[in-house]
């Protein structure tokens, strides 16, 4: 998973201890934050992939009772009762998509399209998580952030 290399070598780039571990499926998710726990694990990086969209709410509901600031890469999981998130915006992916299928449908071989990386990102913070978990968002931050949950 491309991800995951990505961020443990940003961990090894910035010294810091990385645990992985997985959850496949929603019995999973508990026993993975519970590792975390006990673990003493600071903080939740949540990687991308269909049952962590899913299950968003129960993974922030995790997160929160077992007092661990978490980010994800959908907005999703803020709005969930997550800390924040950090990621591709989503309607700006569907509008360059809608795009694509225009191109494909005019005759253009979908083989001839350039490979495509989001370019639009948004960072949506949920100051009543940050509050509940005693995390104080710095106001750099705030001033940056495309959406504010209060």
Known sequence: MLSLQETEAAARQLRMELTSVEARSPDDLHAAVTFATKAQAQELVILSAPIMTIYAGQIAELARENRLPAIYNGSEFPKAGGLMSYGPNIDDLCRRGAVYVDKILRGTKPA???VEQPIQFELVLNLRTA????????????????????
Do not use: N, Q, R, Y
Request: charged share 25%; proline share 13%.
């Open 112 to 114: 001839d399209l350039p």
């Open 131 to 150: 509050k509940a978990l005693g995390v104080e968002i710095p106001p750099t931050l705030l001033a940056v952030a495309d959406e504010v949950i209060e």
